[in-house]
Every structure is written in structure tokens, then in C-alpha cells.
């Protein structure tokens, strides 16, 4: 998705996220740029969901008016996750977050094909995609990881050539969680139009900051989570296609029957209730923010580059408009945002690969060394960032980088 244009817009957080934030203003916590990694839960979310956790407590599978009264919420709430991603209220199935989701997809579709098949996925996909794979592997399915470019997208004409007669799932993300690459996925959907191999795209990190229109793209199945939407932690959907024909998952776990028996469990009605209220802002707010993130996203490169060597990691016009990955010439990342940690919240990768050592997969995939990798910063952009903001980490990154030698332009 080509970025858009930047055009004057307010650089200041809202009221409701500007009150979520920790309190930088008495330095009692530092300037969250993590937003990657998980995003605060907006007020006007936490409002809409605090009535399910008191008076409107019923559950939705009830016969009788609390229970009535919940399933109306879930519904409304499947409803605005539904419209954000162009998709229709039945093909939405609430999960505990995006990792459930992608499991719920890759497996409960990999189950119906009990002669193995092939699997075609990327070198740069989350864990939660590649950990899959790779046990499905194990168990007789074979599976092809394409490679990147330096800019971090597939080849869609690779990916032509990759296919097969047995290939059911090609799973490939909409946006990369460490640099923020956006995939070409129209192109995508026009190669996979004619073959029968369904699609399944990671979109954790692309839902509500770029748009996406699951029919549009030609998507089957679709991952998401709340908490990277400015929703609640452990509430998450998948998006799974019922037209032209429906697919059809084997159920990863089996009980009540709730989510037409897809994904059995009792539905946490607050969760989805923020999920919902989560959407419904995201779609409401989506251009405007775009467009702030990506003149704070300029203001930020354009203040570092004036006094440090670095390069930017990823795609660079598509990309999500909040994540900046920057390879600091001669840094030790962790040291420096260890450095940073009482000033600045971010991140030298991905949170989910908290305890993974040695250089990322992603930065590897696109050709950085181990050295340049391990050099590498993750500014994660979001709801509360303020100019203001930027402009105090510019200045503390920058001089938290004198101490190294080398480090200065």
C-alpha cells in the first residue's frame, strides 16, 4: 500500500489516549514508543467494556435476558470487526488473540489435508506462523519459505512459481512486526486468484493502521488482536471466507459449540466488547492517523539522521506509517536501549521474541549482518505520540549514542 501523503494534522495525542499514557510529564515513567508491541487500551474502549464486567454480566449462550443482553453486545461487537475489515458479521470467529488465531487457521485447515500437502509461507513471518509450519512439517506436510528483499517484501512472481497442484495455504502477513513492511498484497490476491490454495494472512500488526479490505484482496482467512488495536489484552479474531464456497476448519478445541463449533469456550464478553469498540475507532480514525504517524515518523528519522549514522530499515514507502526500525552504525542495540530504558519505552525487536538469542530472523532475512542486526532499534509510534514527544527522544537517543564511538555523523 503506497504511504500517503502527509498533510497538516494536529501532532497532539487525543484527550482519551493522552490520559492513558503513563504520566512523562513528571518523568515517573518513560515516553512510550513501543506501540509494537502492545498499544494502551483507550478509554472509550475501557468505558464501552466495564459494564459487562459488572451489571451486564450474563452469558451470551443463556436463554433469558442477561444472557440476551450479552449476545446482543457480541454481536454488535462482531459486527464493527466485520466492517473494518470489509468482511460480513458470520466470518467473524472471536479468538484469545492473533497467535490462537493463526494457530486456529494454519492447523484446523492443515487437519483436512491428513496426506500432508505444501504449505507456502515467508522467511519473515511472526513466530506464531513459523512455529506452525515447521511442527506441521514434522507431521508430513511440506513447506516452502520464501525469501525477501532487502526492503523485506516477496517476490508475488515467486510465489507463482512456488505453487503446486497440492498447495491448500499460502500464509503471508499483511505488515511486518519488526520493520514494518507492508507486502504487495494486492499482488498477492491477483496470484492466488485462479489457484486453489487459500490465503491466510497475518494481520496483527496492519488492522486499523493501513486500510484492508479482506474481499478487495481476495484474504480467506485473516488473523488479528485487540491489544495492537488499542483494545484488551487476550481477546483477538480470525477472519475465516463462507462465500465462493465456505471454508470449512477442524476445531483446535471442542466443547459448547460456541463460534459454530469452530472455536468452543465461553465467550469473554468484555474482551469482545473492547474489540469491537476497538474497531469501531480504528475505522473512524484511520486516515487522520495515518497521516499524523507518518509526519511524527518523518519528524523522528529527519531529527536522529542530522547527527547519527544510521539506516532505516524496510520498505521505504510501504510501510506502516508507525514503525521505524533503525540500524545504529556501530551500536550495540541493547545496550543503547538499555541506556535509554528510564527515558524511552522501545524495543531492539520483536516482543514475542523476548527470549530468543542471537540475531533476528527478520533482519537476517533482509541481508543485515549479525553486527548490523544486533545495531538495530524498533520505534514503535502509536495513539499517544505527541511532536512533543519526538522531540525529547531525538534528543536523548542522540545522546545516548555520543557514548559510542563511531556513533556521531
Known sequence: MPEQPVAAASLSASEPARRLVDDTSNGSLPIYLDHL????????????????????????????????QAKEATEA??????????ASAREIVFTSGATEANNLAIRGLAARHPD????????????????????????????????????????????????????????????????????PLERIGLVLADHPALWHCDAAQAVGKIPLDVRALGIDLLSMSAH???????QGALYVRRRRPAIRLQPLQEGGGQER???????????IVGLGRACELAAAELESEMRRLGQLREQLVGGLSQKLNLTINGHAQQRLPGCVSVCFAGADGTDLMLRLQHEVALSAGAACASGHTGPSHVLSAIGLSDA????????????????????????KVIAACVHDTGLAG
Request: proline share 5%.
Open 37 to 68: 508491541a502492545t498499544t494502551p487500551l483507550d478509554l472509550r474502549v475501557l468505558e464501552a467494556m466495564v459494564p459487562f464486567f459488572t451489571t451486564h454480566f450474563g452469558n451470551p449462550s443463556s436463554a433469558h435476558p442477561y444472557g440476551w
Open 77 to 86: 461487537a462482531r459486527n464493527a470487526v466485520a466492517g473494518l475489515l470489509g
Open 116 to 183: 500432508g500437502g505444501h504449505i507456502i509461507t515467508s522467511a519473515t513471518e511472526h513466530p506464531a506462523v513459523l512455529d506452525v509450519c515447521e511442527t506441521l512439517s514434522r507431521s508430513g506436510t511440506e513447506v516452502t519459505y520464501l525469501s525477501v528483499d532487502a526492503h523485506g517484501q516477496i517476490d508475488p512472481d515467486e510465489l507463482q512459481r512456488q505453487l503446486r497442484d497440492d498447495t491448500f495455504l499460502v500464509s503471508l502477513m499483511a505488515a511486518n512486526n519488526e520493520i514494518g513492511t507492508i507486502q
Open 228 to 234: 495492537k488495536v488499542y483494545g484488551p489484552k487476550g
Open 261 to 271: 463449533g469452530i472455536r468452543s469456550g465461553t465467550l469473554n464478553v468484555p474482551g
Open 372 to 395: 548490523q542486526a544486533t545495531s538495530t532499534l524498533r520505534f514503535g509510534l502509536g495513539r499517544s505520540t505527541t511532536q512533543e514527544q519526538i522531540d525529547t527522544v531525538i534528543e
